[in-house]
């Protein structure tokens, strides 16, 4: 296929059918009600269909339809029994002419999408707060939407909330409080629905940059502009390696510690954990990831979920290189070896003939939920990172650009970039056929024999000198004070199948792990200290699962305290304390592990 031409994919997880019927543009209508915990209001489509549609079809799940318009007159509609994880088809008459659909609802205590904050639960302690997650397929639960990542559209919104609260959009936002509450929104570049997002709390914002600044509640606020004062410098590298960034502004949300990803690339305003202020800035890695996500993702988007990889893969090669221009080749290097660990841990999880390990997915008749794993990831850039190495950096580059540009604002499958790559790549055919093979990575589950090795050099130092701890262990022998994040990571990489309880009262006693404020090493922390029997632990992990929602932090922790006799028990009287300051993508994962009823 050639870039420019719209792909027509079936997407396994939309009812929608856009190549019948589409929308194009979506005027949103909403109230914020914080008592009933509902969103209330309307959504409008322009739509798009073939002469002969009798029918648009959308996606909703968990939603109350209250009345449907077309063309501002009473229309009629269907609902299709509900399914698991997919929801309804809600199937709307449309005559020749309905250029123009509305349709009148609210959200339900259902809407996986939506997550209604306690007063407790925020910075400040005294109101409310709300945020929406929607990828991969929750947007259909806090609106009427054609959820396919193929389908694109621009839209406005009316969001009318509380006086006092600031709300924030996937969309050019407000900078200052409206006194009536109300307030406008517009996204005048076409976006799927999984980018759809909403955030509503006591927020203010704080520039760090000319079109880049940090939107937190008061008490976070400068802790947060500290830490990701970096931004324009981020935003330069990516647009000196990658091109003109297309979206504006780039801000970043800082949720209450429940949010459950680390982040999310919601355009304009990327939301993220409060998990990465370290206070020393070395977690940074993930604004650089969600920031590439600006041109892999949502300017060029996966067709379907089984095509992910091409969303993460190519933005995890991205966040690399942008981390390599702000900090050096020794940085980026720890990053990669990092995420090289992470890929093993789930290769070995998985198993090596599992297709989940394939890059190309099948989720059909699947919650995508379940099947997005670290393979998109690091499986996806160490692909890229074999083929750079194989054509060289400049040739690499010049694809990339290539293939940004030829495919923005489109979706694309797997199967199309393969044919674009060969394209482009006709001068190298017989190199790459040799040395990269790229229908192995895609099609062939587990590692590909010609994966390049990644490496660093400071890594080496810090394995080197707990050669030496092992001989004579004195805390000062590792040298640990010249340390980033990233080598205190690996050195408990390192140690985690070489030490006992007793071993780990000595380490904490020496660098106070237990007490660490880097989220990371001390999630790292709990989990060996799960697996040792070291209980000193039991206090912050119960403080711990209590506080953040992140969904790889509290996962393992818990899967886990599962695995051991000792916190068989603990496990679900903890998590019966926690589970209502969880989201509902994270609480849906441990429901199922604990088999929580
Ligand atoms: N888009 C993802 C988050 C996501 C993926 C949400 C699939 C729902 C379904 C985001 O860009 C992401 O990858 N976040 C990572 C951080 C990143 C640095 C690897 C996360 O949340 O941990
Ligand atoms: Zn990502």
Not at 305 to 322: P, Q, S
């Amino acid at each position: 296929m050639t870039p420019g031409s719209t792909i027509e994919v079936k997407d396994p997880h939309s009812f929608s059918r856009p190549q019948e019927a589409t929308v194009t543009h979506l005027q949103l209508n909403l109230k914020v009600d914080f008592e009933s915990k509902t969103l209330v209001g309307s959504v409008t489509y322009q739509i798009q269909k073939t002469p002969h549609a009798t029918r648009i079809i959308l996606d909703v799940h968990n939603l109350l339809i209250q009345a449907v318009e077309t063309n501002y007159s009473p229309g009629s509609f269907r609902l299709s029994s509900p399914q698991v994880y997919l929801g309804q088809a809600l199937e709307i008459d449309v005559e020749p002419d309905t250029h123009e659909i509305t349709i009148h609802y609210q959200t339900t205590p259902g809407s996986a999408a939506l997550q209604w904050l306690e007063p407790r639960q925020t910075a400040n302690g005294q109101f409310p707060f709300l945020f929406t997650q929607s990828q991969a397929i929750l947007a259909r639960t806090w609106l009427p939407c054609q959820d396919s990542p193929a389908v694109r559209f621009t839209y406005e919104a009316r969001i009318q909330v509380p006086a006092g609260y600031l709300a924030l959009m996937s969309a050019e936002n407000p900078q200052e409080l409206s006194t009536t509450g109300e307030y406008t929104f517009s996204m005048p570049h076409p976006i799927p629905f999984y980018l759809m997002a909403l955030a509503v709390g006591r927020l203010q914002f704080c520039a760090v940059g000319p079109r880049t600044g940090i939107y937190a509640e008061p008490p976070t606020l400068a802790s947060a502009a500290f830490e990701f004062n970096q931004m324009e410098g981020m935003l330069q590298a990516a647009e000196n390696l990658y091109g003109e960034y297309p979206w504006g502004r780039y801000d970043l949300l800082v949720l209450p510690p429940s949010f459950p990803f680390g982040g999310m690339e919601n355009p304009c305003l990327t939301f993220a954990t409060p998990t990465i202020i370290t206070g020393d800035r070395s977690l940074t890695s993930l604004v650089a990831h969600e920031l590439a996500h600006s041109w892999s993702g949502n300017l060029v988007t996966n067709a379907t979920w089984n095509d992910f990889w091409l969303n993460e893969g190519f933005t995890v090669y991205f966040e690399r290189r942008i981390m390599e221009r702000l900090y050096g080749p020794d940085y980026a290097a720890m990053l990669q070896v990092l995420g090289q660990q992470d890929l093993q841990k789930t290769l070995q999880e998985l198993g090596p003939n599992n297709p989940d390990t394939c890059l190309k997915l099948n989720l059909i008749n699947r919650d995508p939920d379940e099947g997005l794993t670290e393979i998109a990831y690091e499986k996806g850039n160490l692909f890229l990172l074999t083929l750079e190495k194989v054509v060289g950096r400049t040739r690499f580059d010049a694809f990339v650009n290539y293939y940004f540009a030829s495919f923005k604002f489109k979706s694309n499958t797997t199967e199309n970039f393969l044919l674009f790559m060969s394209d482009f790549f006709a001068p190298e055919k017989e190199i790459i056929a040799e040395q990269v093979k790229p229908e192995i990575w895609v099609y062939q589950p587990g590692l590909p024999e010609v994966a390049i090795a990644v490496k660093s050099a400071r890594f080496k130092l810090v394995a080197e000198k707990v050669a030496v701890w092992r001989q004579y262990p004195e805390p000062a022998v590792l040298g640990t004070p010249t340390w980033s994040t990233h080598e205190w990571l690996y050195f408990l990489q390192l140690l985690q199948s070489h030490v006992d309880a007793a071993c780990m009262e000595k380490l904490d006693a020496a660098f106070q792990f237990t007490n660490s404020g880097n989220a990371e090493i001390l999630a790292l922390w709990l989990e060996i200290a799960l697996q040792t029997g070291y209980t000193n632990i039991n206090e912050k992990l119960e403080e711990f699962l209590g506080r953040v929602g992140r969904r790889k932090f509290v996962l393992p922790l818990y899967k886990l305290m599962t695995s051991k006799p000792e916190y068989k028990a603990l496990a679900p009287a903890i998590y019966a304390k926690a589970r209502p300051n969880y989201h509902a993508v994270t609480r849906q994962s441990i429901d199922k592990l604990l088999e929580f009823k």
